[in-house]
């Protein structure tokens, strides 16, 4: 499976000009899409992975145990392909506090509004990135080594793309505007070089990449039959338009 096979299905999307109400929309109409390729054999949602051996979770069953939160994990997507091979895949869909109206072929108007904080949700975006560099530590219920994963960044805010904002001190560190390079260790946050960070309701660990991601390209999402079809330039904000990104991301 390859970038090209999921531009295509994207760009198919976009196309019949689909725009999903949320990121579980979005994560749906894609395991479906990923269904239908030819050389895919299977596709399973919200995979469930442990940092504990499955043995040892049998017998903590057995026993009546409890299981914390913290060995719990789960993938947005794994598909299994023809040949036995194995990908993950993990979605982030997020629009900006502005309403926008889209018409949506098959159920109608959807209406995108505030999907939080950009730059909290770059830093998510990259902590799926380094889940992913690390998932075959993982243990699956079913015997499963992941061959590649793809993290998707689908949006219409004009400032994942575009913007270089340096106002707040975790985007310095964990944007995701194109052509952008991250460097492999530890993204510490600005003040200090902090190893966390601290929000009104959270406290962020500095993120430790494993590889390098140079030049980070992103793809207009064009829809179809639509007034808010296009992305021309960073000053294109009050109808941007939407636009994804694809980042590959091999296991370490």
């Known amino acids: ?13 976009a196309k019949s000009n689909m725009v999903f109400s949320n990121e579980y929309d979005f994560q749906f109409e894609l395991a479906q899409a990923l269904q239908k390729l030819s050389f895919v054999k299977d596709v399973k949602m919200e995979v469930l992975s442990l940092e504990k051996d499955w043995t040892e979770v049998k017998l903590l069953a057995k026993q009546k145990q409890k299981l914390s939160a913290k060995t719990k994990e789960y993938t947005d997507i794994i598909v299994e392909t023809n040949d036995g091979k194995f990908y993950a895949f993990e979605l982030k ?6 309403i926008c109206v889209y018409e949506n072929t ?3 108007d959807v209406v995108t509004m505030a999907q939080g904080a950009h730059d909290i949700n770059a830093y998510a975006f990259w902590h799926d990135v380094e889940r992913l560099e690390s ?3 993982r243990n699956f219920s079913k015997k499963i080594k992941i061959e590649k994963s793809f993290a998707i960044f689908l949006t219409n805010h ?6 270089d904002f340096s106002g707040s001190s975790i985007w310095q560190k964990y944007s995701m505007q194109e052509g952008k390079a991250l460097t492999m260790g530890a993204l510490t946050f600005r003040e200090g070089n902090e190893p966390f960070y601290k929000t009104s309701s959270q406290s962020l660990d500095a993120i430790n990449l494993k590889k390098s991601y140079k030049n980070l390209r992103w793809e207009n999402y064009e829809l179809g039959n639509s007034d808010y079809n296009d992305y021309p330039n960073e000053h294109k904000t009050e109808h941007p338009g939407f636009s994804y990104l694809i980042l590959e991301v091999y296991p370490i």
């Open 106 to 108: 098959r159920f109608g």
């Open 135 to 137: 998932i075959n530590d």
């Open 93 to 98: 869909y997020k629009t900006p506090d502005r």
């Open 158 to 163: 004009a400032t994942y793309r575009y913007n």
């Open 1 to 13: 499976m390859t970038y090209n096979d999921i531009n295509a299905v994207l760009q198919n999307f």
